[in-house]
């Protein structure tokens, strides 16, 4: 099984202004907690203490799971996916709630690569999107954002990604 750790809002606001005065072996764990990064990678990132650390961040609610996978099952899922689609496949009509939990993490993928460390709160609203419509309002939100950090060209790659929804 692989698992998948994210920034907590309590965790994000650690990194940032360091209220909870975590020891620097914490606070570097955390810092490369990312929602990415396997438990394996970062324990092999943080080092010997690396599952103590994890678990210490998870306890204090620093951190928790984004997600967790079967690595077997991950690895033949698109391939299984791939032989059993035949020719004429066509995306649903409606939108389904697996729907909105793939764009939703595609966006905040996305907002992540575009504004690391900045788009932090950002990330954190999207993750919480329950419907289309709340991920389009708090996409629409971070275009200004991605203008400021990354300029009018990124914005609009960023908008012409998610102009489906």
Do not use: C, W
């Amino acid at each position: 099984m692989v698992t998948v750790y994210r920034k907590t809002a309590k965790g994000a606001t650690e990194v940032e202004t360091r209220a909870h005065k975590l020891p620097p072996r914490l606070r570097s764990a955390l810092i490369l907690v990312d929602g990415k990064r396997s438990d394996t990678d970062l324990r092999a990132l943080i080092g010997p203490a690396g599952d103590e650390s994890l678990q210490i961040l998870a306890e204090g609610g620093f951190i928790d799971v984004f997600s967790v996978a079967d690595v077997k099952r991950a690895v033949q899922a698109p391939a299984a996916a791939a032989s059993n689609a035949g020719p004429s496949t066509s995306p649903p009509s409606t939108t389904t709630s697996s729907d909105v939990t793939l764009r939703r993490r595609e966006a905040v993928r996305a907002v992540n690569e575009l504004l690391g460390p900045m788009g932090e709160s950002l990330s954190i609203r999207l993750e919480r999107a329950k419907t289309i419509d709340e991920l389009r309002t708090l996409l629409e939100q971070a275009l200004p954002v991605i203008v400021g950090a990354r300029g009018r060209d990124a914005a609009r790659a960023f908008a012409d990604r998610f102009s489906d929804l």
